[in-house]
């Protein structure tokens, strides 16, 4: 079992940046792909980016080229780093491991989530 642990949220102005965290607790991190997700009020929780065991990425293409995914095995930690943030934005994220295959954008293919970090940016 996973247990993650999300950090880094806050309040930003349009165009700013915040870097998400994404700690796991547990000697197998390094075997999981780890997505990042992401839930605005009233809406769907949607599918945000991931990365791989071998440090492959993937992202949503409302976030591609301002979003960057990472990971940090060492620290058992996954990142989202956030550029030109946008009031679009603006949800609660969540990080989660894909049990299924590489690439899924769908919630039902992950199975151990956090808790949330919420990230609002102002307009």
């Known amino acids: 079992q996973v247990q993650l642990v999300e950090s880094g949220g806050g309040l930003v102005q349009t165009g700013g940046s915040l870097r998400l965290s994404c700690a796991a607790s547990?000697?197998?991190?390094?075997?999981?792909?780890i997505g990042w997700f992401r839930q605005a009020p009233g809406k769907e929780r949607d599918f945000v980016a991931t990365?791989?065991?071998?440090?492959?990425?993937y992202y949503s293409s409302s976030v591609k080229g301002r979003f960057t995914i990472s990971r940090d095995n060492a620290k058992s930690t996954v990142y989202l780093q956030m550029r030109r943030l946008e009031p679009e934005d603006t949800a609660v994220y969540y990080c989660?491991?894909?049990?299924?295959?590489?690439?899924?954008?769908?919630?039902?293919?992950?199975?151990?989530w956090g808790q949330g970090t919420q990230v609002t940016v102002s307009s």
């Open positions: 547990g000697r197998t991190f390094i075997s999981y792909n």
């Open positions: 990365i791989s065991r071998n440090n492959f990425t």
């Open positions: 989660a491991t894909l049990r299924g295959h590489w690439g899924s954008r769908a919630t039902s293919d992950y199975d151990y």
